[in-house]
Structures are given as structure tokens and as C-alpha cells.
T-cell receptor
């Protein structure tokens, strides 16, 4: 257990529905990252926050995806109008904020879109 | 896109043997990190090696980095069944970005 928690751990939804995932980072970490991992692949970066500011977004993050970190603590990732291609493991990580150091990952949320 | 590529894709060994995994990457980096992922779970950080370092040790792990060849290796000595997992290398660019770019991983199976 790294101290990063994610909820829910599993989500099954029908195509076209909206889903929201939550990530609670390690409390003193001011950087928070979202990654997506599909079967047989490594994680791919989606977006990252420094405190409440969203500083970088991948081109993988289509306009159906939105992420927030309203008070610089927990973060949510919402996917609107889900598609079957959104089925994946969504991983959250946090780090202290020093220049490029260790990221601590949560257990992930596995999404299945039917 | 994947920056790092691990080799081999899968590795099967017996307990007590050593396991070596390799990672190649394409662009200059600030550091390279190795992570372990047990089946269907989150990633656990193993070790970080900076671009000005050539070798690093942590317990039964030994990591080397050759920036001229843009490659790294992870050696696990005296493997145990509990080492069974997927292992990923991840690179951080020197540009100041905080994001990591992962390879596709090596799946290691250690049989008792």
C-alpha cells in the first residue's frame, strides 16, 4: 500500500454513460498524475496537477475527459459519453513536487465499457 | 507513444536464479526509473537512476544505465516466487516535465 487510494476499484458502465473516478494522494504530496493503462501496455500519461493547477495534458485526453483537483488535495477524473475504447485501468500517482522524483501509484480503477 | 522498450517481453526462471531485463529508449533523459506491477494492480517504484549515474543498487536489485547506448538493465539476484510480476522502465525527460513515459514491460515468472 503506497498511501494513494483510488475509488472505485472497478466500474462497469454502458456506452454513452458518464463515469467519475476519485484519487486521494499522499497528504503532503502536491503533484498528482493520471495515467491510463490498457492490457499488455505500459501506463500512458493523461494529465498532471501541481496543487490545484492542471499544468499538462496529453493529447490522449480528448474533450470527453476532464480532471479536477479543486483544493489541491483529492482529484477526480470524469469521462463523458464513454466509448468501448475507454475500457482500461486508470492509475493515479502522486509525488512530493521536487524536480522529477519518485511517483507513488494507487491501485487503479478498472473501467469496462459495454 | 512509448519511449522505452523492455526486452525480453517475457522471462521464465526458477527460484534462486538471476533475472535480467533490458530497457532501451529514444531520447535524452533526466532519469530512468523501474517499477513493478503485480497482476492487475498498481505500480510499485523500485529504483531511480539519474542520467549522470552508471549503476545503482537496492537490496537484490542492480540497475545500470548507459546513456551513450540509451539503454538500461535491471538485474534481480536470487529471485523468489514473490518477484513474479511485470516490470516497467519509465523515463523522465530533461525538459523539466514531471511526467513519466513507460515501456510495455517485461513479464517475469519465477517458479518455485
Amino acid at each position: 500500500d503506497t498511501g494513494v487510494s483510488q475509488n472505485p476499484r472497478h466500474k462497469i458502465t454502458k456506452r454513452g454513460q458518464n463515469v467519475t473516478f476519485r484519487c486521494d494522494p499522499i497528504s503532503e504530496h502536491n503533484r498528482l498524475y493520471w495515467y491510463r493503462q490498457t492490457l499488455g501496455q505500459g501506463p500512458e500519461f493523461l494529465t498532471y496537477f501541481q496543487n490545484e493547477a492542471q499544468l499538462e495534458k496529453s493529447r490522449l485526453l480528448s474533450d470527453r475527459f476532464s480532471a479536477e483537483r479543486p483544493k489541491g488535495s483529492f482529484s477526480t477524473l470524469e469521462i463523458q459519453r464513454t466509448e468501448q475504447g475507454d475500457s482500461a485501468m486508470y492509475l493515479c500517482a502522486s509525488s512530493l513536487g521536487r524536480f522529477q522524483e519518485t511517483q507513488y501509484f494507487g491501485p487503479g480503477t478498472r473501467l469496462l465499457v459495454l | 507513444s512509448q519511449q522505452g522498450e523492455e526486452d525480453p517481453q517475457a522471462l521464465s526462471i526458477q527460484e534462486g536464479e538471476n533475472a535480467t531485463m533490458n530497457c532501451s529508449y529514444k531520447t535524452s533523459i533526466n532519469n530512468l526509473q523501474w517499477y513493478r506491477q503485480n497482476s492487475g494492480r498498481g505500480l510499485v517504484h523500485l529504483i531511480l537512476i539519474r542520467s549522470n549515474e552508471r549503476e545503482k543498487h537496492s537490496g537484490r536489485l542492480r540497475v545500470t544505465l548507459d546513456t551513450s547506448k540509451k539503454s538500461s538493465s535491471l538485474l534481480i539476484t536470487a529471485s523468489r516466487a514473490a518477484d513474479t510480476a511485470s516490470y516497467f522502465c519509465a523515463t523522465a525527460l530533461p525538459s523539466g516535465y514531471s511526467t513519466l513515459t513507460f515501456g510495455k514491460g517485461t513479464m517475469l515468472l519465477v517458479s518455485p
